[in-house]
């Protein structure tokens, strides 16, 4: 399957590969994962790696590496994400070490919700997001989500389930984003 690539004012969102197993053990190694399921060992890095490339596989979407256009930089990991036994499916967003603060996971998460609503036809998104990450849940605020339940997941616990706005109520979306 061909993975398209989206381009924002500053990133672009290019599908997983084998270029990425380092930043992958790098994020999940790091306390920064303790939100998403890590920390990891190397070995489970890979298979949360292949996990996100077989996504794109089985339902026809996923989420993209996020990289600095300008540098290259592989800053985080964006996009939609739906495996077995999630409610609905939804926008995620994992920055790697020191890309927080700066806007990424906002761009590309935009990007990712436009790419659903425009391209995919989706008509409702959800974000999911643990109670303690107050960081995803301003992320989810700024992109004009609200609260809207609470889900139990039997591996990953209780999260709080963020409702964006349909396709109808926001101006965001457009085809200039894909290429």
């Known amino acids: ?4 690539t989206l381009h924002t004012e500053r990133l672009t969102l290019r599908g997983p590969d084998a270029r990425d197993i380092e930043p992958m053990r790098a994020f999940y190694a790091s306390d920064r994962s303790r939100f998403v399921g890590g920390p990891l060992t190397a070995e489970l890095a890979w298979r949360h790696l292949g996990t996100e490339i077989g ?28 495996p077995e036994g999630w409610p609905e499916p939804e926008i995620g967003w994992d920055l790697f070490e020191g890309a927080e603060g700066k806007g ?24 999911l997001v643990k109670p303690a990450n107050e960081a995803s849940a301003r992320v989810a605020a700024r992109m004009g989500a609200f609260l809207d339940s609470e889900f139990t997941h039997e591996r990953w616990g209780h999260m709080q389930v963020w409702r964006h706005p349909a396709p109808a109520d926001i101006a965001d979306g457009g085809m200039e984003a894909y290429s």
């Open 1 to 4: 399957m061909k993975i398209p």
């Open 104 to 127: 990424y996971a906002t761009e590309a998460a935009l990007a990712a919700r436009a790419y659903a609503y425009d391209v995919l036809g989706w008509t409702t998104v959800i974000s």
């Open 55 to 82: 996504h794109w596989t089985l339902r026809g979407y996923g989420r993209w590496m996020v990289e600095v256009t300008e540098t290259g930089e592989i800053v985080g990991n964006v996009g939609l994400w739906n």
